[in-house]
Structure formats: C-alpha cells, structure tokens
C-alpha cells in the first residue's frame, strides 16, 4: 500500500514514486501509468517528493518538452496538476526539418502547441532567445525570465533537463542553469530530468553523443510513464523527428519509468557522476 500522505503528493497520486519506493518495470508496464503495487526498501526513511500544487517546465527547444520530459509532463497533468511550460528558444537554427530561420520557427510553433495539447499543459510560454547560442544570455536575465513565469502560473515546482543537458547541449545545460538560479531565488525544489547511467553509456557508445547519465542512487524520483502518449505527443513535432534515430534508439531502450534528480544552486546533495 502507499501511505496517504504520499498519495497527497503532486503528481504521486498517478506516477511519482520516491526513489525509497521501488518500482518494478515491467510491473509498471503492465500496470500502465496508474502505478500499483511499490515496495519499500528496507531500512529506508520516506524521501522527499514533489511538492503539492503548479508545475512549470523550463525547457531550451521546442520538442524538449516532449522528447525530453514529455513522459514525467504527461504524469503530472494525468494526476490533475496545473502544468505549464517555458520554451526559451523557437528552436529555428535545428538542422532538421528543411526549412530556413523564420519558416522553422513558425512551423515549430504550431508542433509544440499540438504537443502541448497531447500532454495537456495548462499553458505554453515561448522566448525568442537564440537557439543554439542560448549560453550566449545572460545567467541572471534568463533565470529573471524563469522566475517571472513561475511566479505568473503560480509554480511550487520547476521541471527541467539534468544537470549536463543529458544530451550534452549547451542549451539545454544554460536551460538547466536557469532554472535552478530562479528555484533558488524562488526557495521552490527544481527536478532534473536524467538518464540512468547505462543508458546514457549505451548511447553515448552507439551514437558518439556525450549523453550524460546518473546512478540510481543519485535520483530522487522515479516516475512511472505512459509512453504511448509521449509518442503521440513526439509526433507533433514532425520537423524534427525524420531522420531522429537516436531519439528512437533512447526510448526503444527505456524502461517506462523517468528519473528525476532534485537540483539544488548549491551543487547536488547525491553523487554527480555516475
Ligand atoms: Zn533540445
């Protein structure tokens, strides 16, 4: 059973799990993303989980929102969270998608507001900071934009990438930093998104990508996911999915479970590299 209090949780009562919880995945899967049967370890103490009330990710690109977080997205708004999202760049300098600055940009605009509409976010705030020179703004500036969203959508959580961008790109990392200066300006936990470790090894090995992944140990939460709804979700952003075969790849390889790392100015509490 899991205790009331825990159900009370943000998100817990459809998919967050402390990592004190142990969740089997392929239990999950067959439970789809209403969760089930948990376990504690043995020995122990409860861990911290998110708080109750508005989430807000802070994403660089559109399709961040969806290829990166759209699994945990998708288990606040199914738990009945006001969830909200801030995408920092119009994401027009990818190389995908065919198109030159200003048409990319508007045709990513319309794919994250489909996606948006997938997952369900409460609302969507877009920036036009330049995509791929997003470390290129100012830490201060970027995290005064984050702040002042998440004061506007009323946020008691920050959702962002992990620490090293996952991927590795810089804008994802700047994305990442600004929004653990706003949590810390704000006192409000900030999640990071992260890969367990032999994942990120796995594709770091198969694709040359420098993917950045993490210990259990290091994770805060684990968070059941439905996947089928991510991949709908995945699928509005059609500019940049031909030819995406490592995103393929990484959730071909996925259990249907996301870990998330509580993030924190200071530096993390748990073991940084795995
Ligand atoms: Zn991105």
Same mark, same amino acid.
């Given at each position: 059973m899991v205790p009331a209090?825990?159900?009370? !949780?943000?998100?817990?009562?459809?998919?967050?799990?402390a990592r004190s919880w142990r969740v089997d995945p392929l239990a999950a899967a067959a439970r789809g993303r209403h969760g089930g049967t948990v376990s504690r370890e043995p020995g122990t103490a409860p861990s911290p989980s998110l708080p109750r009330g508005p989430v807000l990710a802070v994403c660089a690109h559109p399709d961040d929102e969806s290829f990166g977080l759209g699994g945990?997205?998708?288990?606040?708004? !199914?738990a009945g969270e006001a969830t909200h999202l801030l995408c920092l760049t119009l994401g027009e300098r990818s190389t995908l998608g065919g198109l030159a600055a200003p048409e990319l940009a508007e045709r990513r605009i319309a794919e994250l507001d489909c996606a948006a509409g997938v997952l369900g976010l409460r609302s969507v705030a877009r920036r036009t900071h330049p995509d791929g020179a997003l470390a290129a703004v100012p830490l201060d500036a970027l995290a005064d934009t984050v702040v002042d969203e998440a004061r506007r959508v009323g946020a008691a959580s920050l959702l962002t990438f992990d620490e090293g961008g996952v991927s590795g790109h810089p804008d994802h990392e700047q994305a990442t930093r600004a929004a653990v200066a706003a949590g810390g300006r704000m006192a409000i936990p900030v999640y990071g998104w992260a890969l367990p470790h032999a994942l990120a090894a796995q594709l770091a090995r198969e694709?040359?990508?420098?993917?950045?992944g993490r210990p259990r140990g290091a994770v805060d939460l684990v968070v059941p996911v439905d996947r089928a709804r991510q991949w709908t979700a995945i699928r509005c952003h059609?500019?940049?999915?031909?030819?995406n075969r490592v995103l393929r790849r990484r959730?071909?390889?996925?259990?249907?479970e996301e870990w998330l790392?509580?993030?924190r100015p200071d530096g993390p509490g748990r073991p940084a590299a795995g």
């Open positions: 209090d825990r159900t009370r !949780a943000a998100c817990a009562q459809e998919g967050f799990r945990v997205l998708a288990a606040c708004t !199914a694709t040359g990508q420098p993917f950045v059609r500019s940049q999915l031909s030819g959730l071909a390889l996925a259990a249907p790392r509580e993030l």
